[in-house]
């Protein structure tokens, strides 16, 4: 059993919706308070429900339901970033939305940034940025910094790893460099399909023009994995094995040759 692949939304806009066709309510699958790994100082961690990837490697793939969770409106959800107000200040934090796919809700996501800018609230959008390039340019004025996922830069190896092409990836990942926008690089480093010489180097030309702030280097692990069968998914990657510390380091050195500032957890 698969989950059906699901394309950039497009769809018309619903009555009251601001014109990406979302809705006035949004699904979160759950809020983590006290995150320390999603963005600058203490976080809240948002998680909507639905992604349009299908990352053979994904550790939240419950997340991935469309509409699974519990369903608030923009003012319900914020009310509740709020109440944390004080942790952000003290830290320099704030709210960041992940997923899933948060842009698969532009509408909903759209809002909820838009009052969370008017609360002060620094906001980090986590994403693949597989969207359709008018909903990334609906939250550019409202997200503080992007926290953008490459999952492969080669075009045939990334619609295999996720089912996806990344054509429309990085297109907006341009859009966002044009915007001058503060982005931050996540890259899961998979042995023998994401860490090879020749991706690479196409990544660090891809990269290079578009200046990141830094590039966090994720190892892949296997946690999350027990997740595809709960929900009745069967999990191509029992068998693949999570990268060496001499493999990490060989790529957290090559990046930094490059002059990138690297981030990784062993
Ligand atoms: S984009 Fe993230 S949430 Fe979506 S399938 Fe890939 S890893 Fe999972």
Request: proline share 6%; aromatic share 8%; hydrophobic share 35%.
């Amino acid at each position: 059993m698969s989950l059906p692949i699901i394309q950039p939304t497009t769809s018309k806009p619903q009555k009251n919706c601001c014109g990406c066709g979302g809705c006035e309510s949004g699904y979160v699958h759950s809020i983590e308070s006290m995150g320390m790994v999603d963005g600058p100082g203490i976080r809240t961690v948002v998680f909507l429900s639905g992604c349009p990837l299908r990352c053979k490697y994904c550790h939240n793939i419950d997340v991935t339901v469309p509409k699974s969770g519990q369903s608030f409106t923009p003012e319900e959800l914020v009310d509740k970033v709020k109440s944390n107000k004080t942790y952000f200040k003290s830290s320099g934090g704030g709210v960041t939305f992940s997923g899933g796919e948060p842009l698969y809700q532009a509408c909903f996501l759209k809002k909820c940034l838009q009052r969370c800018q008017k609360e002060n609230i620094h906001t980090a959008v986590d994403t693949s940025l597989f969207t359709a390039p008018k909903n990334l340019k609906k939250i550019i004025p409202y997200t503080d910094l992007f926290m953008v996922s490459i999952k492969q830069i080669d075009v045939e190896a990334h619609q295999k790893l996720t089912g996806v092409s990344n054509e429309v990836i990085l297109k907006n990942l341009k859009t966002l460099a044009q915007e001058k926008q503060k982005i931050w690089i996540r890259y899961v480093l998979i042995p023998e399909m994401t860490n090879t010489p020749e991706y690479l180097k196409k990544l660090v030309n891809i990269l290079k023009p578009i200046s990141p702030e830094k590039i966090e280097l994720l190892p892949y692990h296997q946690a999350g994995a027990n997740k595809w069968k709960q929900i009745g998914l069967k999990n191509e990657f029992e068998e693949i094995r999570v990268p060496t510390k001499t493999e990490i380091k060989t790529v957290v050195e090559f990046f930094e040759a490059e002059k990138f500032k690297v981030l990784y957890n062993s």
